[in-house]
């Protein structure tokens, strides 16, 4: 890791806050990309609307990266589709279980000084260590 | 109309993940490997930005709970398995890459049975 790395990283990350906060001072909502999901996946009634946009957003982003930062993607993304599947619905279920994911428990509930959010995130983390130490 | 500025907002969100070099999920597991601290210098001015904000509209929490630290502890063994979390997720669907068509995929329906166990119970 050099400086140029952690430019960038705080850069990125900048941008992440800066974006939850356009998001909060604009409609008092939480980017929070797995309610977000939920919302937009059970059309959630008065949320879906909102929540569909901001994932419409995210994809244009993500098409934007690939037009013009293309180097932003993985050379070589990880191929085992039981890792998929495993990963895939234990990401899903145990963020709605939890009520939040890296953004909505790590950048916003941390952001809001939230105790909930601080031991989701110090949980996440210590499991997600956890499983690559064991691995 | 907000719509236009929510949209907006997950524009710049996925181009902050992108710059961050959170998009790619052998980052994350240099991070939870402890070989690579980017993810910190990602957090902590989202997290300092966010704060600055949100500090008048601090919430009463509710208490720490089961479903609080059981369902971190299994969003992490997923996050730590593929290195990748809901945001990247659907930012990486716009490759035609099988492997995030399938987490994606998987991670609805986690979401789904999340819900309907809610509503059973």
């Known amino acids: ?135 | 109309m907000k719509l236009p500025i929510t949209f907006a907002c997950g524009v710049v969100f996925a181009i902050g993940l992108g710059i961050s070099g959170m998009l790619r999920p052998e980052k994350v597991i240099a991070f939870l490997e402890l070989r690579d601290p980017a993810l910190l210098f990602v957090m902590g001015p989202a997290v300092i930005i966010y704060a600055m904000a949100a500090w008048e509209r601090r919430k009463v929490d509710r208490p720490i709970d089961v479903p609080l630290v059981a369902g971190a502890a299994i969003f992490g063994a997923g996050w730590g398995l593929t290195g990748i979390c809901p945001g990247p997720a659907i930012v990486n669907l716009v490759r035609p890459d099988a492997f995030f068509v399938t987490f994606v995929a998987a991670m609805l329906v986690g979401i789904g049975a999340r819900a309907l166990v809610r509503k059973a119970s």
Do not use: Q, Y
């Open chain 1, 1 to 135: 890791m050099n400086w140029t790395d952690i430019g960038l990283a705080s850069l990125g990350g900048s941008l992440i806050g800066l974006a939850a906060v356009a998001l909060l001072v604009t409609s008092g909502k939480t980017a929070g990309v797995s309610g977000i999901l939920e919302g937009a996946l059970l059309r959630e009634p008065g949320e879906a609307g909102w929540k569909v946009t901001f994932l419409a957003g995210l994809l244009a982003g993500g098409l934007l990266l690939s037009l013009f930062a293309p180097w932003v993607f993985s050379a070589l993304p990880p191929t085992s589709p039981v890792i998929a599947i495993a990963g895939g619905l234990l990401v899903g279920f145990g963020t709605r279980l939890s009520g939040g994911c890296t953004s909505g428990h790590g950048v916003c509930g941390m952001g809001r000084l939230s105790k909930r959010s601080l031991v989701a995130v110090i949980v996440f983390m210590g499991v997600g260590i956890l499983v690559r130490v064991v691995l």
